[in-house]
């Protein structure tokens, strides 16, 4: 039995951030554009590899225009 990293909820956190990114119509070399940093940074975030902060989910709701409730439900 392998165990996660990552809980179910940051799993969800993750899922719901590529969602929003996807319903946006933006690719993540445009969200990267956005934030200043490269686009494997959002990669990286969106593959796990990489944990988010909640300053950075809050970053990610403006540029998606969505509630930050959207993705910590």
Do not use: N
Request: proline share 1%; aromatic share 10%; charged share 35%.
């Amino acid at each position: 039995m392998s165990k996660s990293v990552y809980s179910k909820d940051y799993k969800e956190i993750i899922e719901r951030l590529k969602t929003a990114r996807i319903e946006a119509g933006l690719a993540q070399q445009e969200i990267a554009d956005k934030l200043g940093k490269p686009q494997s940074y959002i990669s990286k975030i969106e593959s796990g590899e990489r944990r988010l902060d909640v300053a950075e989910i809050k970053k990610f709701a403006v540029i998606y225009k969505k509630d930050i409730s959207f993705f910590i439900k």
